[in-house]
């Protein structure tokens, strides 16, 4: 193949697996609407949208020679073309098969030979081809079936007519790219190129300073001739003078009006480039149907998600940010509150469950996003339970405590109403992660729940990122910046109204007594005395129906501010979320409202959320894990990773081999897998329980079975976490540790 046809190759190549990923969203997104609609007029339309993209997909592939995408995609076409001809019913099966080969096409383009695919991907893209066969059966028709001989699965023998794989532009995987109507383009091109006349106004200005330059040096020159030549030289300097006077009037005006044009211009330019970065709200909502399919399906559970309102546009770094909370939200309502049908029949409920996301804008640059589920609502007693357990509150404040305080506690790192630990829920970070994230994108979260009725989740967030409005205080010598959305109240309290209550210092607000603390201890800076005799300046900031006073030395005042990042050398700085540039060029921090409140340890925990790669070894140093595995990659791996975060790590290739070792040394946590040879990891967590000595070691089991009964199995067996291996995250291993010891 010649230069030029390999250039154009890699750049058909470029532009198919672009392509490619939407076609495939479109898919899934119809396919899974179709599982649940009884509309016959949408039915056809979501099966056509489907059968079309399929067809894409397979012309797509052809061009750019990936054969077995190109075999999978006419296998979908022949079955959503009998669908689409009222020859095949659309069903769970086919709704399975068609997820499935999304599935599979993901992983092939995902690989790093997606014209050459492995062998285990092949005989996977052959297995799925002959159920997608056996399911259209004898309803294929002459007109569903392409009259060319089908295409052919590849064998491993085969080599593609193809530049070869090592080519890195074929074996790269595509840049992230976004799609932005021309006309918005077209609009800040314009512009853009109105900047230029600006450009040439202040090169004007600039021959005018050089004007006025020279009439200054005559001016000198003229004042030092006055000196000996008396009223002549005088009446000349006056001249010049007015000369003087008159151009740098005209210079003040042209300034002045060319400022107001510049001001206009810059304010448009920077408004149309913000609308570059506004995306509806339903470009990170197109996976969520998806998940909702798949985790319902896991754990038995008939789910349908309602979305309206995703129209709603928002910026991009927003809705990025937004991405993750929403999946939490999600997981959670599936895994907390939906029921299973059984139990939803017994109640009177329809064996179907829903889940809604409404978005709707509440003006002044906000949104609100409303959450909810049907299910059976939040478990309060569990949820007190568990934060009792944690330390977070005490048993006496758990008998006094009323519902919505109940509520609340779910934001709190380690509270969690599951009984085991998963990948999905139990370790009690996910509402908190949520509520941290929502408030770093300076909005806030409430949640509501009925028994038996389900839970509902608002969220209020702004529509841009970029600005904010602030407050601006000073601690001791230093100024920082706090976004109002977390600030509930400002002012002054008087000495005599501050109490000492379980040596802590209080103080009552709006009926509400609240911690009272030092904002300047928390940040470890010094402080001085309050300016006026008898009063402490307080700022009150609150997450939910939580709040905590800070005292500090003065609340200078509230403006519109421009949010700086802290730059990748500081990914993570606790109470600090960004910078902000003052107008006078002063740089000041911006605070973290949620850390602030755990660094308090007023009414919030004062855990981390997160575990963080640089949290010190030495609070790890006496913890010892046993890590259990047959496979010396996994063991290795897994060693690696729990030793970077500072455990003493041994290792066992078995579950008997893990027995002699207990039996021999103390470990505080015992991570295996299940299938190993001798004894299982089932059967090392039964006898690990059975034992009086080590029943209270906590258990791990990390596997590649992801069926539920599996699961149900290990928790049987008394597992305190189960981490499927296709999902592995270090994070979430580390997270589930770091609860369990």
Partial sequence: MEQWEQALHARLVEGFLVEARELLSAIS???????????????????????????????????????????????????????????????????DLSIDTTDIVEKILASSTPQAPSESLQSAAKGLCHRLEALLGSTRTQEDTPPATPAVVPDEAQEPSV?????????????????????????????????????????????????????????????????????????????????????????????????????????????????????????????????????????????????????????????????????????????????????????????????????????????????RDDGRGIDTARVIASATREGIISAEDAQKMGDEEAKSLIFRSGVSSAATVT????????????????????????????????????????????????????????????????????????????????????????????????????????????????????????????????????VIGEDDMLVKGLGSQLVRVRNISGATVLGNGTVVPILNVMDLLFSSGGSHANQPIRISAEASAAENVARRVLVVDDSITSRTLLKNVLESYGYVVATASDGANAMAMLQAEAFDLVSSDVEMPNVDGFELTARIRADARLNRIPVVLVTSLESAADKQKGIEAGADAYIVKSSFDQGNLLAIISKLI
Avoid: W, Y
């Fill in 29 to 95: 997104t119809s396919v899974l609407e179709l599982e649940h609609n009884s509309d016959a007029a949408r039915t056809q339309t979501l099966v056509e949208t489907a059968f079309r993209a399929a067809h894409s997909l397979k012309g797509g592939a052809r061009i750019v020679n990936f054969t077995l995408i190109e075999t999978l995609c006419q296998s979908l076409e022949n079955c959503l073309s009998a669908a689409r001809h009222g020859n095949l019913p659309f069903g769970k099966a086919l709704v």
């Fill in 163 to 371: 530049p070869s794989a090592a080519d890195p532009q074929v074996r790269a995987g595509p840049v992230e790219t976004v799609r932005i109507p021309a006309a918005r383009l077209d609009e800040l091109l314009l512009q853009a190129e109105e900047m230029i006349a600006l450009k040439l106004t202040l090169r004007q200005h600039v021959v005018r300073l050089k004007e006025i330059s020279s009439c200054v040096a005559q001016i000198r020159h003229d004042h030092a001739l006055s000196m000996v030549s008396g009223k002549e030289a005088q009446h000349e300097l006056d001249r010049s003078l007015g000369q003087l006077a008159k151009q740098v009037g005209l210079l003040r005006h042209s300034s002045e009006e060319d400022a107001r044009l510049a001001a206009g211009k810059i304010e448009s330019f920077i408004n149309s480039t913000k609308a570059l970065l506004m995306f509806p709200f339903s470009s990170i909502t197109e996976g969520l149907s998806r998940l909702v399919h798949d985790l319902a399906r896991e754990q038995h559970k008939e789910v349908v998600l309602r979305l309206t309102g995703e129209t709603l546009e928002l910026d991009r770094r927003i809705l990025q940010s937004l991405k993750s909370p929403l999946i939490h939200l999600v997981r959670n309502c599936i895994d907390h509150g939906v029921e299973v049908p059984a139990e939803r029949n017994a109640v009177g409920k329809p064996a179907q469950a829903h889940i809604d996301i409404n978005v709707s804008s509440i003006g002044n640059g906000k949104v609100k996003i409303l959450v």
């Fill in 423 to 554: 990948t999905i829920s139990g370790r009690g970070l996910g509402m908190a992660i949520v509520a941290e994230q929502v408030e770093n994108l300076g909005g806030s979260i409430q949640v509501d729940s009925q028994t038996g009725a389900g839970s509902r989740f608002e969220l209020v967030i702004p529509t841009a990122l970029a600005s904010f409005r602030g407050i601006q205080v000073q601690v001791g010598d230093r100024f920082f910046a706090l976004p109002t959305m977390g600030v509930r109240k400002v002012g002054l309290v008087a000495e005599s109204d501050i109490k000492t209550v379980g040596n802590r210092e209080t103080v009552v607000v709006d009926g509400q007594t609240i911690p009272l603390v030092s904002l300047a201890a928390i940040l470890g800076i010094p402080t001085h005395a309050s300016g006026i005799a008898g009063k402490r300046t307080i700022i009150v900031l609150g997450s939910g129906v939580e709040c905590v006073a800070f005292e500090l030395d003065k």
